[in-house]
């Protein structure tokens, strides 16, 4: 209880808060867990340093069973409710289990799992295996779900690109953001609401946790979106390796271990190299933004 009292918030969700006006949410922290306490009769112990857009504790359960608290920052737009109908929708299949949610209090309480994949160091080739299974699971038919297209992400990811490209000062080539926009409208263009399944949206290896059945993935976006895109989430991370040898044999690898068209999982890495390269300067996430830009400029160049 100890900790429910004087919940130690990381200081970049303190930020989020603040940039969001979420200061009363802030404030109301300690008796929000509160009220979760008693609501889902459990104690919540200590917080996660790393989550960036929530309050995330380990809790215990009144029948001793371990499970972890999720409180997401209040901010324009539902981005709780659209985590927990995702995650309801996944069922537990490839995504972490939601054991239970409140809404209007943007609480998930979900069922704990083990380190993530970067805590482990494991080979890229490994991960990669581990990551397209569990991407695998979660792959289903989206149904009645109202979830952002394939289509409105890609429009998105070109406004995202071109004007955070000017307000940074350019920090990469117009040759690359030129090679984004153009991939990022061919897949636009290749939509197909037929085709198109509930995609994680944000598949690597810090959303990837251990579990008893394999990895595991958290934080889901959630986009109704041909499979491809998330296999384009792949392709952005490790960049320096993909300057060396041949940039296209991991694109074949994940098209052949996947059954799914190469050409597509290409075009939606080299989108989302430069949009998180963008926002990893952005924030001030370096080295990570800057060697993804670098990736991006020679492969634009090549």
Known sequence: MAAARN????????????AAGAERWLADLPQLIAELEERWSLSVGRAYPDPTEAFVAEAVRADGRHAVVKLIVPRDGDAAAHEISVLEAARGDGCVELLDSDVERGALLLERLGPSMHTLQ??????LGHLCAAALKMWRPVGDLVVPTGAEKGRWLIDFITLRWDELDRPCGEAAVAHAVTCAERR???????????????????????????????DPDGLRAEPEYDLGIMMREDPIELRTGDPHERSRWLAARTGLDEVAIWEWGVVERVSTGLLAT?????????????TADILANA
Request: net charge neutral.
């Open 122 to 127: 494991l080979p890229l080739a490994e991960r």
């Open 282 to 294: 952005q924030v001030g996430l370096q080295p990570v933004g800057r060697e993804m830009l670098r």
């Open 188 to 218: 636009i263009a290749a939509h197909d609401d037929g085709r198109a399944v509930l995609v994680h949206g944000d598949i690597h290896e810090w959303n990837a946790l251990q579990s008893p059945v394999g990895f595991k993935l958290i």
């Open 7 to 18: 919940p130690d918030v990381p200081a970049v969700v303190r930020s989020k808060a603040a």
